[in-house]
């Protein structure tokens, strides 16, 4: 497993962890750059306008369209790092 593999694998740990729930703009970051590290390029339709938790979290997904996801992964660990330390909430 490679260095940003094991990283991004203890981030998905550390979130776990936080001290405080961070707010919704961050936590949709953290989803976007999750799926985007794991599963690559958004995929399936965008859900309708009555799921709108479903249509936030499609937008910024889609906003990673072409991410690589090792770059997404380096990401999402920087990210938990940051919320770990108390930068972003």
């Known amino acids: 497993?490679?260095?940003?593999?094991t990283q991004f694998a203890q981030a998905q740990q550390d979130v776990q962890q936080l001290p405080e729930r961070p707010g919704n703009l961050t936590l949709l970051r953290l989803y976007a750059l999750f799926k985007?590290?794991?599963?690559?390029?958004?995929?399936?339709?965008?859900p309708g306008f009555t799921d709108i938790v479903g249509k936030?979290?499609?937008?910024?997904?889609?906003?990673?369209?072409?991410?690589?996801q090792e770059t997404a992964m380096q990401q999402y660990v920087e990210l938990v790092e940051s919320l770990k330390s108390g930068a972003t909430s």
């Open 36 to 46: 985007q590290a794991t599963e690559g390029d958004v995929q399936g339709d965008k």
């Open 56 to 68: 936030y979290k499609y937008e910024a997904w889609a906003a990673l369209q072409g991410t690589a």
């Open 1 to 5: 497993m490679s260095d940003v593999n």
